[in-house]
């Protein structure tokens, strides 16, 4: 199994940066992907960004060039920086870790981008 904890989340204006932490209980090295969704309130989550245990990565195309997912395994973390944040970035955060044919989430953290 793998818990996982986001952090981070917020209140920030439109333009603004934010930068979200989800911290797993195992080595993340050996964890096949770790990513990053979201749900909108009315929508259905979707895909933000993910990172391979090689390093790979890939995006949606509405955060591509403005967020960015990276990981440090000393510390068992994965995170999203996010810049140039938007209204419609507004959402609950949840990571996601896939590790042994299976999907593991964490709780989520609130985003909200507002004036």
């Known amino acids: 199994q793998v818990q996982l904890v986001e952090s981070g989340g917020g209140l920030v204006q439109p333009g603004g940066s934010l930068r979200l932490s989800c911290a797993a209980d195992?080595?993340?090295?050996?964890?096949?992907?770790m990513a990053w969704y979201r749900q909108a309130p009315g929508k259905q989550r979707e895909f933000v960004a993910y990172?391979?245990?090689?390093?790979?990565?890939n995006y949606a195309g509405s955060v591509k060039g403005r967020f960015t997912i990276s990981r440090d395994n000393a510390n068992n973390t994965v995170y999203l920086q996010m810049n140039s944040l938007r209204t419609e970035d507004t959402a609950v955060y949840y990571c996601?870790?896939?590790?042994?044919?299976?999907?593991?989430w964490g709780q989520g953290t609130q985003v909200t981008v507002s004036s």
């Open positions: 990172m391979t245990s090689a390093g790979i990565t």
């Open positions: 996601k870790a896939v590790f042994s044919g299976k999907e593991y």
């Open positions: 195992r080595t993340i090295s050996s964890i096949y992907v």
